[in-house]
């Protein structure tokens, strides 16, 4: 493996893939193996794995899926069993879906993946009494409401993409420095906090945007090409610093 300067982690759906331009951004990765990688997705891990194949993104460092409540190490990707086992203490799918049955206006759905319970709920309303509810029960956990979609899901609280990548970058011995964001969403709010240099691609929204530190670019690209503006001006600046100081 080659030695990594830097790591890009990046949020999949939106960002690296979704608005065209991943060639372009697949090859500058692949033409930099000193670059090393890390998803952060929503979604489950086949599926993630499919839609990064589909385009030859390269394999990452690691892999967190279900918006961090599990990691995966590369190049095998094998389940880090120590993580998953601290989500899973609080993690009670159950309760939360006999809890919800009270509720008035909020319907079970599905459990899209071990750690994610989806449920239609009418309005924002219907989504304040669920979120009572769980409290009033002593619940743990954490919920995102899409309101197009009147789809209400319940994931575990430790399941926060910020955290994951701060957990994969302590077992990599990678400094926070060294680490390059990317993301376009809310669900990315933890990543693109200001611990991390990073961009925000076009596509995201201007709510969205106008929360972010400074540090943190705007692109005035969508998905990957945005990614690939702000990751290769961050390379290029961190390049030039170190030879400052090396010279
Ligand atoms: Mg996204």
């Known amino acids: 493996m080659a030695k990594i300067s830097w790591v890009l982690a990046s949020d999949i759906d939106g960002t690296l893939v979704g608005h065209g331009g991943e060639p372009d ?7 930099r193996p000193q670059i090393g990688l890390v998803y952060l997705t929503g979604r489950t891990r086949p599926n993630a794995e499919v839609l990064l194949d589909s385009h030859g993104f390269p394999q990452p460092l690691a892999l967190a899926t279900d918006l961090g409540a599990d990691v995966y ?8 069993e120590a993580w998953a086992f601290q989500q899973r203490r609080d993690w009670s799918p159950r309760q939360v879906v006999h809890a919800l049955d009270a509720v008035d206006g909020v319907n079970y759905q599905s459990r899209c993946s071990y750690w994610r319970l989806a449920f239609y709920a009418r309005d924002l309303t219907a989504v304040g009494e669920a979120r009572a509810h769980l409290v009033q029960q002593g619940i743990v956990c954490r919920t995102l409401f899409d309101e197009d979609a009147q789809r209400l899901d319940v994931v575990p609280r430790s399941a ?82 170190s030879r400052e100081h090396a010279g």
């Open 25 to 31: 951004l697949v090859r500058f990765l692949r033409d």
């Open 73 to 80: 190490w590369g190049p095998s990707l094998s389940l880090d």
């Open 160 to 241: 926060l993409k910020g955290r994951a990548l701060k957990y994969i970058l302590n077992q990599l011995h990678i400094r926070a420095q060294q680490c390059f964001v990317a993301g376009d969403a809310e669900n990315d709010g933890d990543l693109l906090s200001g611990r991390y240099h990073g961009v925000v691609v076009a596509n995201g929204s201007r709510s969205f945007k106008e929360k972010l530190p400074d540090t943190i670019m705007r692109s005035g690209y969508p998905g990957a090409q945005g990614v690939l503006d702000g990751l290769s001006r961050f390379v290029k600046q961190s390049d030039w610093v």
